[in-house]
């Protein structure tokens, strides 16, 4: 047996006495490392048990790896900006440090594994591995998980990383609650030892269409809390309709300010114009229902009224707009109105 190997086993059996990785015992006591071939079988032989267990950690082709879709995050969504600062330490430290967690695969001619955990690991290495440094690997822990012991783990993780969006995890929860719940919020919150009420509410978010979601610059902007009064707001069919209409001019003006270079509109000013949508498409445009916002969040212009006989639009003092700004809020307005000075475009 290489002394490597020995070492390991002899590690194994050590920890198993009782010391924590990383935390020194307050009396460490000497250890003979086993040498005998007594000691060295049982050692496997607890290994096989289940007694001790092995951790296999692998460096991995990131491309040889898929991401399980019952993760949590929108992998389609992660970009440099957003993985900046982990992208930033794995230059830093030479490579990945903290394995993410895979399972073995063997269905998919193009991949071997899955990662279970670490989804934004993986995005980092692959990018880093096009650009500049082909060499890293992905560092990988294999687990035996089925689907729902995976999503489980996965969950546990994510809980308490703040760059997954409340969105992402409400609807991880739903395809989860339908998959591997039979549909029993119950059964779902005692296997992830949460509240019902608050299972029940992230459910309920979860429930927002992508129309409505397009009108917020980020899916990140949009918290639990008002998330929820915006869900709760779309039960009604007639505020649905209106809501959704309202989401989707409000999408062209995110559109239009990501052009000219502009933030994005406020998550607390969209989430203020879809719940004072108006109730019917039939009626005219209410006063300071479409407006737009200067790079200060302020409001800068508003329809104020506008009908057959013409349209009122109302100059805000204070906004902080500069002229260019006003002029391409104007243009905006005036994009909003088909035929002039009758409805909002649909």
Known sequence: MARKQADYLAALLGNDQGD???TPSPAPQPRVR?????????????????????????????????????NARFY???TEENCRELIESIIAEGGQKVPAVVRRISDDPDHDYEVVAGTRRHWSISWLRAHSYPHLQFLAQVAQLD??????????ENRVRKDVSDLERARN????LRTYYGGHVTRMADRLNISKGWLSKTLKVAT?????????GSVYDLTMKPAYTLAQALGSEPAAKAITAAARQIAREQAARRTAGQPALPA????????TAPATDDADVQADTFVVTSRLGRTALS???ANRQGVTIRLHAGSGADEEELVAGFRQLLARLDPPGRRPLR
């Open 173 to 176: 929860y739903a395809v989860a």
């Open 268 to 275: 607390s000013a969209v989430l203020r114009r879809l719940l």
């Open 208 to 216: 927002i269409p992508d129309a409505v979601l397009a009108a917020f």
């Open 303 to 305: 329809i104020q009224s």
């Open 20 to 22: 924590t990785e990383g």
């Open 76 to 78: 389609a969504q992660l």
């Open 34 to 70: 086993p040498t005998t071939l007594l000691s060295r079988e049982s050692a496997l032989a607890r290994i096989q048990s289940g007694e001790v267990r092995q951790v296999t950690q692998l460096w991995l082709d990131p491309a040889r790896v898929r991401v399980w879709p019952g």
């Open 147 to 156: 689907d729902e012991a995976a999503f489980r783990l996965a969950d546990l």
